[in-house]
């Protein structure tokens, strides 16, 4: 799942909206309550030290303890509506731990005593005993450091719980009637805003609390033919963020102009909403692609999505060996291709690295879900595999004695695993503008904006569409162009790489809702990228009638 | 705890309705009871149990809506959830397109709960999980699978008399086996309310020989062929269409039910007329929810929706016979609210699977399809792969294995290909024909296994 199939499940897309009954959420709130505080952090440690000790008594050769507060707001609006405002509040604590070399794991919803947490801990011991007895191969989990009591803070300038209700309402609204000012017939438009206030304790000595904020401003507009029967959409080009409010406080330097305004790391919802409904007008009457090879000019509010599903996925450790098989899919990048280490994943310019850390990014976090302070870690390097991302009782497959820090869980409730890090493509180290990119291509296209997704289950074949799709003849934005995707294999996408613009370009794009395992957890990731040149890819028409 | 009768269940929704000072209160009561166990590499690597009984109580004033919910169950608790429903209500913007409550409705009973799936323990399900690891281990095959088990009930209540209720069960069990060497995987799934029609080993025996026999495959080039769309693979690209229906969209002009120049094209002939396709709540196979609004319609619309699912005809010898509506779009176009179906029903033949491969003399059999994903909402058109069994068909038989494709396809384009249709099945909670159809649309290769 992804953003916006979640949308779709969500029901968004049609205006209803189920969101409140997602047990994941947790229960409604008032929105004064996602201001309180949550549970004092010296109570944190008692409950924690009680599952703690509780486990250690019983058996356990380990335990991590997560005590979790997720808040949730969710502002909903079309055209000149407010369709639903959803607060949400989950409250609980999870415990894990292994005994006789096993894992178990229970969680209790609402713990605010120590014989609760306790109990969950014991629950947690019973539950491995049982599973031991079907144990083949022990838990081998690398070792980790105690951090004794430590804080991280997600580094906002403005919690967005802090806007009144109102104030979002009112920019929705205002957003909605640009909107339809500037041509488009309907608009959807969502806010959307995260606090994760969790709390983590492990048996190796760390007591980690950390305060994660996230937002997602997003929107889709359409126009409508009613001579043709036709219509178009044009969808946000913000991106998801790990920021607060501030995310739509713009300065100038935030903006890259261009053929259209795309945004880093502040967006202008009002700007894009009216560049969209504009852009939707125009894709109604807009040339239908001739399908072929062509030189592809990817923006990074694009590109996102490609590095996510053809990088993201296929090096998640758990994937390569088997454990997401029966789901997600297993990946063609096998050990055997990292150990030969010649594996050639693309063309020399290309570096991908995975990361914890970048500021801003829906990822970064001091510690993850299992204590291990996070980190950046190459994933090809020069074109050659080097790595994959891999957990605590993961790494020593791949020879390393020490975790990458990308283990999260969505809820208290739910057992951490491994997830993606952040893995983003480094910008190119000569300086090159995107408009010096274009000038030299021939035959090309330029995509911005992320569309239509598909890619197979060992993550070779892929298809992607976009938003706004432009033709360069002759290193020249020839006009707007539709019903285009783009299909090609991993190995050889990443292998027609050329060309990469320097850092100035970097920018982030994101998903807030990637789904993995059963039962299916969402997590947020980011993807950095400067705007890429691939060439001669194939792009088929999408154009039907039926 | 989590699983009430309807007679525990309306003294609490009563209760709650009781303490309500609004112009209008509905209250949803849902309670579960979910197990699961996930495999890999021929081990179980996750299992658990939760339960979960959950309270919503929606207020309204006006057209001022407000939600609350809530997990406990004393009198305190529950006043006090009252009362924040009915401050959110107070300060709320008004919803336009607020539609009052419905009276009381008569409801049948679908008979989706069987005793046999409310009785799954650890026990069981460790037992289902070894029944599906244990004979691929035995052929040096590698198993993943997950089943989850769920057994509860949802109650609606407001306080203009509608009551409902109604108790549920389900089973869903998938399994994926590969060949040790990665050349070959299969894959089969099964879902029922009845848990004592699952036979994981069953299933486990299907998948393991479409592994064995997907091994080395033969690259074909992509085009246009002619494909068996066994009922796992047909029911998903069905099920998105059936998804489409809604008449608003349809009605502002973006749908592919919208009709060049205005209006809808319900009654006009869209597919092979040998397609209908209905839902019907009391279906034995696929019993559904007998009313609408299980929690989800509170919202958009406000309040609980409450609206008796009915058998309702959606396509008939290939002409759209109905659209689903909102109550509030149904009023303002006074037409009846169909509400959407939950399942669906897709009318075949007589014919198994089998049959359709004979009478084929060349084609491509699809097991299951992967990351569909909507290319074109105006066409319907979607894209993606098959996976985990392809294979080809020549002289009505299975020749030998094929590299995965991806697809660019519209399932209107496909019902109206039709070649057969053959005895419909239960697949992913609908009742669904194998089918075949010709001239579907392969437009690359894939070296996925």
Same mark, same amino acid.
């Given at each position: ?27 409604? !709130? ?15 440690? %008692? ?50 731990? +292994?005994?006789? @070399? ?5 969680? !209790? ?87 994760? &206030? ?9 007591? +980690? ?14 126009? +409508? ?36 305004? %795309? ?55 758990? %994937? !390569? ?7 997600? @899919? ?45 980190? &950046? ?19 020593? +497959? ?80 020839? @006009? ?17 790489? !050329?060309?990469?613009?320097?850092? %100035?370009?970097?920018?982030? @794009? ?37 | ?20 000072? /609004? ?44 939600? /609350? ?21 107070? =300060? ?30 650890? #026990? ?15 052929? $040096? =095959? ?50 029922? $309310? ?17 592994? =064995? ?9 992509? *085009?246009?062929?002619?494909?068996? =769309? #066994? ?11 059936? $998804? ?7 009605? #502002? ?7 060049? *120049? ?10 092979? #007329? ?58 303002? $176009? ?116």
């Amino acid at each position: 799942m992804n953003r916006r199939d979640f949308l779709q499940v969500a029901g968004l897309s049609t205006g209803a909206f189920l969101l409140a009954d997602r047990a994941v959420f947790g229960r409604s !709130v008032a929105p004064e309550a996602l201001l309180e505080p949550g549970v004092d952090v010296a109570v944190k440690k %008692r409950l924690a030290d009680a599952a703690l000790n509780a486990a250690k008594s019983k058996g356990a050769s380990y335990t991590d303890v997560r005590i979790g507060r997720y808040l949730r707001q969710f502002v909903i609006t079309r055209e000149d509506k407010v369709q639903n405002i959803v607060n949400t509040e989950s409250y609980g604590v999870g415990v894990r731990v +292994i005994v006789d @070399g096993c894992w178990g794991f229970a969680a !209790v919803v609402d713990a605010k005593n120590e014989d609760q947490t306790a109990k969950a801990a014991e629950e947690a011991v019973a539950i491995a005993k049982a599973n031991a007895r079907l144990l083949k191969q022990p838990v081998q989990l690398a070792p980790q450091k105690g951090f004794g009591e430590v804080s991280w803070k997600a580094p906002i300038r403005k919690n967005a719980f802090e806007v009144p209700i109102k104030e979002k309402v009112d920019l929705l609204l205002t957003v909605n009637d640009a909107a339809l000012k500037n041509g488009a017939n309907y608009v959807n438009s969502v806010l959307f805003m995260v606090n994760e &206030q969790k709390y983590f304790a492990s048996s190796d000595g760390s007591y +980690i609390d950390q305060d994660i904020h996230r937002m997602w401003p997003t929107f889709t507009v359409t126009a +409508i033919d009613p001579k043709t029967g036709k219509f178009e959409t044009r969808s946000e080009l913000s991106a998801p963020m790990g920021m607060g409010y501030d995310y739509l406080q713009v300065n100038p330097s935030d903006k890259i102009t261009g053929i259209t305004t %795309r945004y880093n790391k502040g967006y202008d919802m009002l700007e894009d909403v009216t560049a969209a409904a504009k852009h939707a007008k125009q894709k109604l009457t807009a040339k239908s692609v001739e399908a072929g090879k062509y030189d592809l000019v990817l923006d990074p509010s694009h590109l996102w999505l490609t590095i996510h599903e053809s990088v993201g996925h296929p090096l998640e450790l758990d %994937r !390569v060996l088997g454990y997401e098989a029966n789901f997600a @899919g297993t990946s063609f990048a096998t050990l055997d291709k990292w150990k030969s280490k010649n594996f050639n994943y693309g063309s020399k310019q290309v570096n991908l690295f995975a990361d914890k850390t970048q500021v801003g990014s829906l990822g970064a976090v001091g510690w993850d879900d299992e204590g291990v302070a996070c980190k &950046q870690w190459d994933l090809v390097k020069d074109g050659t595999l080097v790595n994959y991302q891999a957990i605590r009782d993961q790494v020593h +497959i791949i020879g390393e004695n020490e975790s990458q820090g990308c283990c999260y869980a969505d809820s208290w409730s739910s057992v951490q695993f491994q997830r993606m890090a952040n893995v983003s493509l480094a910008a190119g180290k000569t300086p090159l503008s995107v408009e010096q990119m274009i000038k030299d291509v021939k035959k090309g296209i330029y995509i911005i904006g992320d569309g239509s997704f598909s890619i197979d289950q060992q993550r070779y074949n892929f298809q992607f569409g976009g938003q706004l799709f432009y033709e360069i003849k002759d290193g020249q934005i020839a @006009g707007m162009l539709k019903d285009v995707a783009y299909q090609s294999n991993t190995q050889e996408f990443w292998n027609s790489c !050329v060309q990469i613009c320097d850092d %100035r370009d970097y920018r982030l @794009g994101g998903s807030f809702f990637d789904g993995k395992g059963q039962p299916m957890q969402v997590s947020a990731v980011s993807h950095g990228s400067s705007t890429t040149r691939f060439n001669g890819v194939n792009v088929i028409n999408t154009a039907r009638k039926i | 705890m989590a699983i009430l009768t309807k007679d525990e269940a309306k003294k609490l929704l009563d209760k709650v309705l009781g303490y309500s000072k /609004a112009d209008e209160m509905s209250v949803t009561l849902n309670g579960n009871r979910t197990g699961n166990i996930r495999y890999a590499r021929n081990n179980v690597s996750t299992s658990g149990e939760t339960d979960n009984l959950s309270l919503a109580v929606t207020a309204v004033f006006g057209k001022k809506v407000g939600s /609350a919910t809530i997990n406990e169950f004393d009198d305190q608790s529950l006043e006090k959830t009252v009362r924040r429903a009915e401050e959110t209500a107070r =300060l709320a913007p008004e919803n336009p397109e607020y539609v009052p409550m419905l009276g009381p409705q008569k409801y049948i009973e679908t008979g989706a709960y069987a005793e046999s799936t409310a009785k799954i323990n650890p #026990e069981f399900r460790a037992q289902a999980a070894f029944d599906s690891i244990d004979p691929c281990s035995k052929k $040096n =095959l590698t198993a993943a699978g997950y089943m989850e088990d769920r057994a509860g009930f949802s109650a609606i209540a407001n306080n203009k008399g509608l009551f409902g209720y109604n108790p549920v069960t389900s089973v869903d069990f998938s399994v994926t086996t590969r060949t040790a060497d990665g050349t070959g995987s299969g894959y089969a799934s099964r879902d029922f $309310n009845d848990v004592s029609k699952l036979s994981t080993k069953e299933a486990t025996e299907v998948a393991m020989n479409k592994a =064995l026999a997907s091994t080395n495959a033969k690259a074909l080039e992509p *085009g246009k062929y002619t494909v068996i =769309l #066994e009922p796992t693979a047909a029911s998903d690209l069905i099920g998105l269409m059936m $998804n489409s229906l809604d008449a608003r969209n349809a009605e #502002e002009g973006r749908s592919f039910l919208s009709r060049k *120049g205005g209006g809808t094209r319900l009654g006009e002939k869209f597919f092979d #007329e040998r397609i209908t396709i209905y839902s019907d709540p009391a279906n034995v196979e696929i019993p559904g929810s007998p009313f609408t609004g299980g929690g989800g319609g509170r919202f958009g619309g406000g309040g609980v929706d409450g609206r008796p699912q009915e058998k309702t005809l959606w396509v008939e010898n290939g002409i759209i016979k109905n659209m689903s509506y909102s109550r509030y779009w149904a009023q303002k $176009n006074n037409v009846k609210a169909v509400p959407p179906s939950g399942g669906f029903i897709m009318q075949g033949g007589n014919q198994s699977l089998l049959d359709l491969i004979k009478s084929t003399q060349k084609g491509i059999l699809v097991t299951r399809f992967w990351y569909i994903r909507a290319v074109d909402p105006q066409t319907l058109l979607y894209t993606g792969l098959t996976r985990d069994g392809t294979f080809l068909i020549e002289n009505g038989q299975i020749k030998y294995p094929v590299k995965n494709f991806r697809f660019n396809e519209s399932p209107v384009i496909m019902l109206n290909n039709v070649e057969a249709l053959g005895k419909p099945v239960r697949a992913g909670g609908v009742l669904i024909p194998p089918m075949k159809i010709r001239d579907f649309t392969f437009s690359s290769l894939s070296d996925a296994v």
